[in-house]
């Protein structure tokens, strides 16, 4: 059997948010920055590359150390953390990776031969005279660096849009000349931040941070982060630089606004900041974007969905899901590990209170984490599933399924409901009980034919770890 893609795409060991995804010579390669499992802060890690040949999205290679921080000449000592890239291809052939590190308001640029690296310190962005964007008087600081190739001049796209912050205008548009440093269009706003909304079609949904830029066919999209965070928006326009209007919601990382099978208040997984981008992969779109896992902000990982883009060149929010890139439902046999839940909240999670704290967790909630250190490939799983906390796996093509089993530890004691939808019909219940070890149990429970996604609601006392689930 074909080997299969889940979300995260990439191990679940590996903690790559913003992902910037681009198709060079018949491969995917997704660029980010690069949190530490257990880090204090953001993007503590060296930038890496991860890449996958476009006729099999399961398959990602692992490309190494692209970049070190201490690359830049105003890191030499590594101070300062390096957030969120993207990387296009010059005229030249080379490629150029385009950065902000994180105490500093400027733009720095790397160069490689190739789009897996390494790379080079280039230099930074900075106008005729030598001045550096950013750093100018009329400047706003710039972040979170987007680019892309136009008619042999780079568009780069830069901003963050702190709330109440009117120093921050909005999202920015400077055009660079063909050495792809060099400033030959001054910035102009294209996206209104929180402060500069009202009015306009982004009010609601203005620009917080996150930009990313792609074209399709003579219409160009520029993704963002907006004002509520764990939302990626898009806005359209025929021009690269001018005349964007509001398009709508692709993903949101909570699956806020989503009413398929439920409210569009329940926020089904815990909302956290959210940066990713579009790319056409063998003629289908997809929308890369980052969840968070254990219990902070620090500790996100890349995910992905298809989307489709409307003859009128709309763009339909999807859910989150945990076959992503499979290109369908994941088979309806074998075992799964926890860690591809899409869905994970408890009946009486206070969810509106959890956006934008570091420790959003609190011992409270469950979590998805991993044993040992960074960098440790250990397998992730869910842990501290207390009662009335729901795993929830998107889709699976059932057929024939008799029996259910589930891999779990922990110091707690009942058993799970399976159910094919969050507040639907208990199917069958599997016992879990205290065990420092891994323990599986099982049960004779069928799900009919046809696609599903499954559920397991704990019921019971303490907190259970859920390690994997077998559908036989």
């Given at each position: ?305 298809p989307i489709q883009i409307g003859e009128d060149g ?61 960098g440790d490939e250990e397998t992730g799983y869910i ?90």
């Amino acid at each position: 059997m074909k080997k299969q893609a889940f979300n995260p795409y990439l191990p679940s060991w590996e903690y790559i948010p913003d992902g910037e995804p681009h198709v060079f010579d018949n491969r995917v390669y997704v660029y980010g920055s690069h949190d530490r499992f257990n880090g204090f802060a953001y993007c503590l890690n060296d930038y890496v590359c991860y890449s996958a040949p476009v006729d099999d999205l399961s398959d990602w290679k692992y490309e190494g150390v692209i970049y070190e921080k201490t690359a830049d000449p105003l890191n030499a000592d590594g101070h300062m953390c390096l957030y969120a890239p993207d990387v296009v291809k010059g005229a030249d052939g080379r490629y150029y990776l385009y950065y902000v590190l994180d105490k500093v308001p400027v733009v720095s640029v790397a160069v490689s031969e190739t789009p897996a690296g390494k790379y080079r310190f280039y230099g930074y962005v900075h106008d005729s005279d030598g001045r550096r964007l950013g750093e100018r008087d009329s400047d706003q600081p710039q972040f979170d660096p987007a680019v892309m190739m136009e008619d042999g001049s780079v568009c780069l796209y830069t901003g963050f849009c702190g709330p109440g912050d009117q120093s921050r205008k909005g999202a920015m548009a400077t055009v660079l000349g063909p050495d792809m440093v060099t400033i030959t269009e001054e910035p102009v706003i294209i996206v209104p931040g929180n402060c500069y909304s009202a009015g306009t079609d982004f009010e609601g949904h203005e620009f917080f941070e996150g930009p990313s830029i792609r074209k399709s066919g003579d219409t160009y999209y520029f993704v963002y982060s907006s004002s509520k965070m764990h939302e990626l928006c898009y806005a359209v326009s025929r021009y690269p630089t001018k005349e964007y209007v509001y398009g709508g919601v692709i993903v949101s990382n909570c699956d806020g606004n989503i009413t398929h099978q439920k409210p569009a208040g329940l926020r089904t997984y815990v909302p956290g900041n959210n940066h990713g981008g579009l790319a056409e992969i063998k003629d289908q779109w997809y929308i890369f974007y980052h969840r968070h896992t254990n219990g902070t902000n620090f500790s996100r990982q890349g995910c992905a969905e298809p989307i489709q883009i409307g003859e009128d060149g709309s763009i339909e929010q999807v859910e989150m899901t945990s076959c992503g890139l499979n290109g369908g439902p994941l088979v309806g046999k074998g075992e799964y590990p926890a860690y591809i839940a899409c869905n994970l909240f408890s009946k009486t999670m206070d969810n509106d209170h959890l956006l934008h704290h570091a420790g959003w967790i609190d011992g409270k909630y469950a979590r998805i984490t991993q044993d040992g250190r960074d960098g440790d490939e250990e397998t992730g799983y869910i842990a501290n599933m207390q009662d009335s906390t729901i795993a929830g796996f998107k889709y699976f093509d059932c057929s024939g399924i008799t029996r259910i089993s589930l891999k779990t530890r922990g110091y707690g004691s009942g058993y799970f409901e399976v159910k094919t939808r969050w507040d639907g019909e208990c199917l069958g219940t599997i016992p879990a009980g205290y065990s420092n070890v891994w323990v599986e149990n099982s049960a004779e429970i069928t799900i009919p034919d046809g696609v599903h996604a499954l559920y397991f609601e704990f019921k019971g006392e303490g907190g259970i770890s859920v390690a994997s689930f077998s559908l036989e």
